[in-house]
């Protein structure tokens, strides 16, 4: 069959942070697609402002790359485990992966989990050593490292034939030699290396049309946006085609456009054919999975796998002393339409009516998945609340099972037991010990994801900052019995509303850790701190001093109180028991009790604990 010479489908995969949307804007810089005015900044692909800020990509990016006449279609795959999903529908719309693994750090989860993805697909692998100017790069034996894997996971002969490319895509150099010396300022021999290994896709062109949606995009202006690959024939703007729904019914609708990538835009085509990436709209109803076809040939490609949520929520409309202080958009109706223009695009999400009126049950992969819809949401001028996070159970041959992931940690050797002994706790069982040098030990644990959740601001303040902590969905696996993982300490709750004086925090603050400093406005039923105890105690941050014309000898009033901790939303998400919610408005994330009123609150723990003890 004849070959697409003139283009190559490739999908860039690595861990988190080890570098490939940098080193997509370098081969972006230095190829003929962009206009010399066209000024990239840093990470051109991550177009989402919590990609730029966190340096994680959270959406799959589609570019496009031209070399003379030549054309890389590239795919930058989120590396985060919580998007998955997303990972694995890529690999059907490629033919090869640039994996990039970082010279100082090696091969890490994420790379096994979607490297994984990629040889179940049978593609053909290129391998980038990336950061080689790095401090304590180890080039050699990152190129060991990532051969062990290659045989771990049952890569072929083939596969194992990797071409091999050192580069610094923070500086634009490469080589196809570990000496630092022989960088060069280009990424010339990564395109050969495309061009040479990457397999061309079939011309089939002249067979009846196949198009699978792998991605959804949306705007206000065509609705829903299906993105995917040509696998057969041609399809142009007006034609008349058919699509094959995922429950088995058809549809016919008229192609209105069509979109290619080239560089960082979207441009609109006329024709695209076997083999390209393109976008197509017209059809309000399109979903992930489903074939579009010749209209006298219906053939459906196999379905593509969806993760499914492992982890739900309770979004619920703000009712708080605060609400509707801060946000644009704070009634049930507008929160409703915003999560369901989510499932627009957002396939791993679900979203659940419940027996309460403004609030939804909101499930996703994880605690970035959600978090990141919230701090969205936030962002956009949203007021809501949400429930702690809960792992979702299934029933799996009859017996009631839990998700579970696996943990890799990499931590200073002195930090190791401590490490292995908060994992026990949380009921993770070691897998793999090892010592990679340099006085680290890296270490593998399978851990139910219910355990995991609020683990990370412990590991971190356990290893003083130096642990790196990952976790991927492993399998799920029977639920554990008799155990309640969750915070051990209790809250300091405010009883009074109104703004916290320093007086009133000195008095408390030796009781825990507070999260208010002086100045902040406070309501009944809000969390101010932690107490150092395990019960909650309900505290007065609001007290002014009592006023007297007895001049005090000791000069108390420029004694200062500890600076509070500030609680992100993940903080806050973590923090939470069952009978707590995060406040989320565009300026602040407090958290409260469900149940404000002090009186009340101490009454519900009483008939709580006698319902226990009966």
Do not use: C
Request: charged residues 25%; negative net charge; without cysteine.
């Amino acid at each position: 069959m004849a070959k697409r010479e003139d283009i190559r489908n490739i999908a860039i995969i690595a861990h988190v942070d080890h570098g490939k949307t940098t080193l997509v804007n370098e081969l972006l810089k230095q190829s003929d697609t962009l206009d010399n005015r066209v000024e990239l900044g840093d990470r051109a692909m991550d177009t989402n402002e919590i990609e730029k800020e966190r340096g994680i990509t959270i959406l799959s990016k589609n570019t496009a790359v031209k070399i003379g006449d030549k054309q890389i279609n590239i795919l930058d795959t989120p590396g985060h485990a919580d998007f998955g999903g997303e990972v694995e529908r890529i690999m059907g719309m490629v033919d090869g992966v640039l994996l990039v693994v970082d010279a100082f750090e090696g091969t890490m989860p994420q790379t096994r989990f979607v490297l994984k993805k990629a040889f179940e697909q049978d593609l053909t692998p290129i391998v980038v050593v990336n950061k080689i100017d790095r401090p304590g790069a180890r080039p050699q034996e990152v190129v060991d490292e990532v051969l062990d894997l290659f045989i771990e996971l049952g890569a072929d002969e083939e596969q194992l034939e990797f071409p091999v490319i050192f580069a610094s895509a923070m500086n634009g150099t490469s080589s196809l030699d570990p000496d630092i010396a022989t960088q060069e300022h280009t990424m010339a021999p990564i395109f050969d290396a495309v061009f040479k290994t990457i397999p061309a896709p079939e011309d089939n062109s002249d067979e009846p049309l196949q198009f699978q949606v792998a991605l959804l995009d949306y705007n206000d202006f065509v609705g829903r946006i299906g993105i995917g690959r040509v696998f057969r024939g041609k399809i142009k703007i007006g034609d008349n085609v058919t699509v094959l729904k995922l429950d088995g019914k058809k549809q016919n609708f008229r192609v209105t456009k069509l979109f290619g990538f080239i560089g960082i835009d979207r441009v609109e085509m006329e024709e695209a054919q076997a083999g390209d990436l393109i976008a197509i709209s017209g059809m309000e109803d399109i979903t992930v999975g489903e074939t579009v076809t010749d209209t006298a040939h219906p053939d459906a490609l196999p379905v593509l796998h969806i993760d499914e949520p492992t982890l739900q929520m309770t979004f619920r409309q703000n009712d708080s002393p605060f609400a509707g202080r801060e946000g644009k958009f704070v009634t049930a109706r507008q929160i409703e339409d915003r999560l369901m223009r989510q499932l627009h695009t957002d396939v791993s999400l679900r979203v659940d009516q419940t027996d309460q009126a403004g609030a939804w049950l909101v499930s996703g992969r994880g605690e970035l998945h959600l978090s990141i819809l919230i701090e969205t949401m936030r962002r956009e001028g949203f007021e809501l609340q949400a429930s702690r996070p809960e792992v979702i159970y299934r029933d799996i041959d009859g017996v009631t099972s839990e998700p579970f992931e696996e943990v890799l940690i990499d931590t200073p050797d002195e930090y190791t037991g401590s490490v292995i002994d908060s994992l026990s706790q949380r009921k993770g069982e070691m897998v793999n010990m090892e010592s990679v040098g340099n006085g680290q030990t890296r270490l593998t644990f399978l851990a139910p994801s219910r355990g995991l959740i609020g683990y990370a601001t412990e590991f971190l303040s356990m290893t003083r900052g130096y642990g790196i902590y990952n976790h991927t969905y492993a399998q799920y696996k029977a639920v554990i019995r008799n155990w309640t993982p969750g915070r051990h300490n209790g809250a300091l709750v405010s009883i009074t509303q109104g703004p916290t004086t320093n007086y009133a925090i000195m008095g408390v603050e030796d009781r825990g850790t507070m999260f208010v400093g002086a100045g902040v406005e406070v309501y009944e039923g809000m969390i101010v701190g932690m107490n150092s105890r395990d019960n909650d105690i309900s505290v007065n941050v609001t007290k002014m001093k009592p006023q007297s014309n007895v001049r005090s000898s000791n000069k108390d009033q420029t004694a200062s109180i500890k600076t509070p901790r500030t609680m992100t939303l993940e903080d806050s998400m973590e923090f939470l028991n069952d009978d707590e919610y995060v406040e989320v408005t565009p300026e602040n994330v407090r958290i409260r009790k469900q149940i404000l009123v002090t009186a009340e609150r101490e009454k519900a723990a009483k008939r709580r604990k006698a319902s226990q003890t009966d």
